[in-house]
């Protein structure tokens, strides 16, 4: 299957191993086909007094990422887990390190985040892998991402999302423009990171040509860390699946218009027939006073009521008669 629903996970355990298996299960029982994590080596990426973001200023930066961090046997076992559940293991690295440790796990899928598209290096080091990558664009203008298109085109199969690093993010904000600007722009697949509250902006992206859909999942919005409260819980998020993919199956079974097999029944019962208004003489010429047009629709169709006007019958015919061709003359 090409269309794809993301259950980003990111770093919603809070460091808690138990939790992010649990979550991992509880995605897939939703309906989602991925499920994404955050690799984060604390001392790799950030410098003691990087500042917070303004939706989560809980802890120090570096204190937060060492405290969530797993071990690589500890990813081992959640890539297990997503084994298990039929679903596949996406990682952001934001490290070359980072990328080192998804390598030894044998991640499926990387995922570049938004805040490291200018970080040529990593991307680099990516497409060195060979293995598929999606792009995120949340605060990168168009030549930043030519840019990094340009580097990770040069690994393995490369999709973009369109995506605003807003969180959470309102509808003004969405840019579902921006996803049919990534189609003509770059022979690529395009995707759409939904940081709003709701479903429509995801729908909507689904609709406009978006193949893969990601979205934040939590247990519930009152965990704490910097995602819980902008993500979806269980519940909503099995709608969403359901959506999406019902969405995803109107778009790749196009309907023929002309073929009305599969309605014969239909018109049968909701159409309309040319009957007779009055009671009509035998010999008597058909004027338009004569007819109406009444259910079912299995005799002569009223759309063809000016063929009818101006002919004879040829037997005298009751009110309500519907009329048959071997009646005219």
């Known amino acids: 299957m090409r269309f794809k629903v993301i259950a980003e996970i990111g770093s919603v355990h809070d460091g808690s191993f138990g939790n992010a298996c649990k979550l991992v299960e509880s995605a897939a029982a939703c309906g989602a086909d991925i499920v994404k994590f955050q690799t ?3 001392e790799a990426e950030t410098l003691a007094d990087a500042p917070s973001p303004a939706y989560f200023k809980g802890e120090p930066r570096l204190d937060y990422f060492k405290r969530t961090a797993f071990s690589k046997d500890q990813w081992l076992k959640i890539k297990e887990v997503c084994r298990n559940s039929n679903v596949g293991f996406l990682s952001s690295p934001f490290s070359l390190e980072a990328v080192d440790l998804l390598e030894d796990i044998g991640v499926d899928v990387y995922k570049i985040p938004s805040g490291e598209v200018s ?3 990593l991307l680099h080091y990516v497409a060195q892998t060979g293995k598929p990558v999606i792009l995120s664009s949340g ?3 168009w030549r930043e991402l030519d840019q990094a298109v340009g580097a990770l085109s040069k690994g393995g199969p490369l999709s973009v999302m ?3 690093s807003e969180y959470p993010c309102p509808p003004e904000k969405v840019g579902l423009n921006i996803i049919t600007e990534m189609l003509a722009k770059w022979n690529l697949p395009v995707g759409f990171s939904d940081h709003t509250l709701g479903d429509a902006a995801s729908f909507a992206a689904a609709a406009l040509g978006a193949t893969s859909i990601e979205k934040h999942f939590t247990f519930s919005k009152l965990m704490y860390g910097s995602d819980a409260a902008n993500s ?3 519940g909503d998020f099995a709608r969403f699946c359901a959506g999406l993919k019902s969405i995803w199956r109107m778009l790749e079974s196009p309907v023929d218009k002309d073929d009305l097999s599969a309605l014969t029944d239909m018109k049968r019962i909701f ?8 009671p009509i003489k035998a010999g008597d010429t058909i004027s338009q006073e004569d007819l109406a047009y009444k259910k079912p629709g299995d005799g002569i169709p009223a759309a063809k009521w000016q063929e009818i006007i101006g002919k004879k019958v040829n037997k005298e015919l009751p009110v309500n008669y519907k009329l048959r061709i071997e009646d005219l003359c």
């Open 119 to 121: 970080n040529l290096p």
């Open 232 to 234: 979806m819980e269980p």
């Open 271 to 278: 159409e309309k027939s040319i009957v007779t208004s009055r």
């Open 139 to 141: 605060m990168s203008d």
């Open 162 to 164: 369109q995506c605003t």
């Open 40 to 42: 984060h080596i604390a």
